[in-house]
């Protein structure tokens, strides 16, 4: 898809994909410049509501998204990240949420999109100087925290099981996320 420019766009790739058939239950997002489509499921979405019900301890309701687009950082990069923690008034003048104003993310991985959790995803999160990204892996068991980004990547990372606490006292979160309910896929 090219506009009278050449150039592809966020805005013109998304709208582009507003008008395809989309089947209903599945995600979308673009990543590098390429749209991804996948179906959503019951452990998935438990996952996410286990985080963002922990999350509301500190955050407002208004504060938290889930599936929401916000641009980052690279080429073409519009995520609807599974769970997003916004810091207060972040919204820029057309009401949207700006990736300066993300304080956390989780992801839970899809094997379809597992690649782009851990890679790309994870990139553009550290370039966007995201404080905390945290990848759970229904697959594994196992959660990634990854905090500390600087100069496009981050400096620190800590992996636990399910069951292990998500420390997240020393970042701007500044809770700590259970995971002992957290399913297994």
């Known amino acids: 898809m090219t506009y009278a420019s050449g150039e592809l766009t ?55 998204l ?37 304080e956390f993310v989780a992801e839970v991985i899809s094997k379809e999109t597992a690649a782009n959790d851990y890679g790309s995803k994870k990139l553009a999160y550290a370039a966007a100087e995201v404080p905390a990204y945290l990848i759970v892996d229904p697959y594994s068991g196992e959660w990634h925290l990854h905090t500390l980004p600087k100069d496009g990547k981050y400096h620190a ?13 020393g970042t701007v979160v500044g809770l700590t996320l259970k995971t002992d309910d957290f399913p297994r896929d």
Do not use: C
Not at 42 to 61: P, S
Not at 69 to 84: E, H, K, Q
Not at 157 to 165: H, L, N, W
């Open 10 to 64: 966020l805005d013109g790739m998304f709208d582009w994909l507003e008008k395809m058939p989309v089947p209903e239950g599945y995600k979308s997002e673009i990543v590098d410049g390429h749209i991804f489509l996948w179906p959503q499921r019951d452990t998935h979405w438990d996952i996410t509501m286990a985080i963002l019900e922990q999350l509301r301890a500190r955050y407002a309701r208004r504060r938290l």
């Open 157 to 169: 990372a800590v992996s636990f099981g399910f069951g292990e606490d998500i420390d997240l006292t």
């Open 66 to 102: 889930s599936d929401v687009r916000i641009d980052y950082p690279g080429r073409l990069n519009g995520f609807a990240s599974d769970v997003a923690a916004l810091a207060e008034g972040a919204r820029n003048d057309k009401g949207q949420p700006r990736h300066e104003d993300v």
